[in-house]
């Protein structure tokens, strides 16, 4: 989800986030380059595995745990940087090499700790840190565009505990590698202490219980550190089996004792949306995990395989149709966005968070291709369309790069309309939605740099999108289709403006039951000879606006 640009349409949400908004003029820091970039401190070894184990002190707000890093080197061995927020405390660090734990010294710097080894590690080998820390950690106020810890009660006065951390970093509640574009390799294991009275929920399938109190969760896939989340409360619990295209899929939601009636009836729209999903991107991507939808005390996330719902069990969002189409109040706005990471976040993962929109766009497209698959593809045009008044052209939608710093918000209804605008210049729906299947099966459980997904689509799309990439994703300025019709002569002429040197995009459409192909030039204008005695002009350039994402000039 990250801290979703919706905030800026619902009032009771409404938060500011100028330092995520404002990066023309943003000045950087250290701070910002040690956790953004892959310096020499982190790039030198791969994480395997983690293992955490969090005890929280729900009176209090505090925390305390330990975490195993497993990792491996894949360079020669520096100092190694550990991750942890302030105001956290790091207690010791032992390492494990040559079959023995040692304890050893780091240095605190701010939100970092440089554990200082001493010992050469060799190339391909294995070697794992164990570290104890303690604290108050960082409290959400208002998640999950805030992150941190979230100390919540259910109506019934029970502790309802969780984490939001996306953005913020997952180094906001546990020691980590947190970047990106490391995500351990063999997944990772939860262990969560909770009082007698409530249920401890993470990521995974249930691992064994080392006692009463204490309940174990593991992920056998890689996962996004940011998505390793606890979840505390009085759940219930019930499960079924969807018949997927990898055979069995477990389904399992967990939700407050007092929300179950209303929440039985709501998530049946699991079983369509993996049935609209997979039809539209491929098989759900964490068969061996399952899917898990739980329901959390912020709107939601989209937490691998124990995927975050708030969104009060109700259609849309929160009740609002964010496109005011109507179709966005057939669905639950939760449901299915949150669910569609799991193809586009979670199974690929982008390196740097500058290219959040390869996760955003391409799920909040799933929104339209889960509305056209069960309304109809004018339903799909028109939810897609009514986007984009959300998009405000403030700054690019990539970000800086190694900085940490996500682009503008427009990575949602532009990605989204983005998407669109590429599939109708395809013109074959049966190959885009190859290459949609395709991404999730070339880039399957990995991590990517927006420059892989632009040239995986080009490629099977055959037809170069570089300038179109970059027009709508490294420029504000939106293509203007400029035109004019003489009417004696019946004579379109075209051409497009505001666009960047070699802007190709080819528009294809039907119209009146004709078939029309485009390719606009922005250097020269173009004429077309269109005879049909129904022709109108203001119904034919509303064919191509409900397809593209342009702005439109009409000329004398």
Known sequence: MTRMFYKSLLPMI??????????????????????????????WFDIQSYDISVIPNIDNKTIEGSVVWKAKAVKTSQNIQVDLQQPLIIDSV??????????????????????????????????SLWIFYHGKPREAIRPPWDGGWIWRKDSNGNPWVSVACQGLGASVWYPCKDHQ???????????????????????????????????????????????????????????????????????????????????????????????????????????????????????????????????????????????????????????????????????????????MWVHEGFTSYSETLYTEYFHGKKAGDEYNFGLRKNISNDIPVIGKYGMNQEGSGDMYPKGANLLHTIRHAINNDSVFRNIVMGLNSQFYHQTVTTEQVENYISLRANFGFQKVFDQYLRTTQIPVFSYSYNVKEKILTYQFKNCVTGFNLPLHFNYLGKKYSFMPMDYQPQQR????????????????????????????
């Open 529 to 556: 000879l269109i005879q049909d005695p129904n022709f109108n002009l203001q119904d034919f350039v509303k064919t191509i606006e409900s397809q593209y994402y342009l702005r439109f000039e009409q000329v004398n």
């Open 181 to 355: 574009s490391d995500e351990p390799d063999f997944g990772a294991a939860l262990n969560i202490y909770t009082p007698n009275n409530l249920k401890g929920i993470g990521n995974g399938r249930p691992g064994r219980t080392e006692q009463n109190n204490w309940s174990r969760w593991v992920v056998r896939n890689p996962i996004n550190n940011y998505n390793i989340i606890p979840y505390i409360g009085d759940y219930v619990n019930w499960k079924e089996t969807y018949k997927g295209l990898k055979g069995n899929l477990d389904l399992s939601y967990y939700v407050l004792r007092e929300d179950s009636a209303k929440a039985v009836a709501q998530f049946k729209e699991v079983p369509k949306m993996l049935e609209a999903f997979e039809y539209w991107m491929g098989p759900y991507p964490f068969y061996e995990d399952g899917f898990k939808l739980v329901q959390s005390p912020h709107l939601g996330m989209e937490h691998q395989s124990a995927v975050a719902y708030g969104n009060k069990f109700k259609n849309g969002y929160l009740g609002t149709d964010l496109s005011k189409s109507g179709w966005g109040l057939k669905w639950d706005y939760i449901i299915i966005h949150e669910s569609g990471h799991e193809w586009f976040a979670n199974n690929i993962s982008t390196k740097d968070i500058a290219d």
């Open 14 to 43: 409404c938060i500011t986030l100028v330092s995520v908004n404002t990066n023309a003029q943003m000045l950087f820091k250290e701070s910002d380059s040690l956790r953004g970039s892959l310096n020499k401190n982190r790039d």
């Open 94 to 127: 032992l390492i494990w090499t040559k079959n023995q734990w040692e304890k050893v010294s780091f240095q605190r710097e701010g939100n970092i700790a440089l554990v200082q080894h001493q010992k050469n590690i060799p190339i391909q080998t294995d070697f």
